[in-house]
């Protein structure tokens, strides 16, 4: 099972950035290993002070409840199952989209959590990031 090498989150980030700038949007991005220990982060000119905390936060989400945070929202709304679960770990839960699962077959390895944008822009540049990391 792969690790999610510096190597890795260098691509990783590379990627997600390539995306950001495409669509206008400077963004944070934090890439995390299985353990939701950080591995690579950059802050893109002109990002958000506050996406710094969130992206990281974004990536620890989706590595230690193992699905994206886009997920996580729809489990985590009054009256379903995760419902409260943002209040949890330090405050540190996610419940927006953001935050993706690197996956290695079924196995979880890592996540990367992008912050800057709309929830749609932090989901499709987060998507470019776990692309690169599907395709090496």
Known sequence: MPD????TARRILT???????????PMC????DRGANLVG???MDGALLASVDIAQNKAYSAASL???TAELSEVAQPGESLYGIHVTNG????????GVPLRDGDE???AVGVSGGSVDE???????GVDAFDAA
């Open 15 to 25: 990627a997600a950035e390539e995306e950001a700038a495409e669509i206008g949007v």
């Open 4 to 7: 999610v090498t510096l190597e």
């Open 41 to 43: 982060f950059h802050r």
């Open 66 to 68: 193992q699905l994206s």
């Open 108 to 110: 979880v390895v890592g």
């Open 29 to 32: 991005v934090a890439v995390v």
């Open 122 to 128: 932090d989901v499709t540049v987060a998507r470019a």
């Open 91 to 98: 405050g540190r839960i996610v419940v927006f989209g953001g």
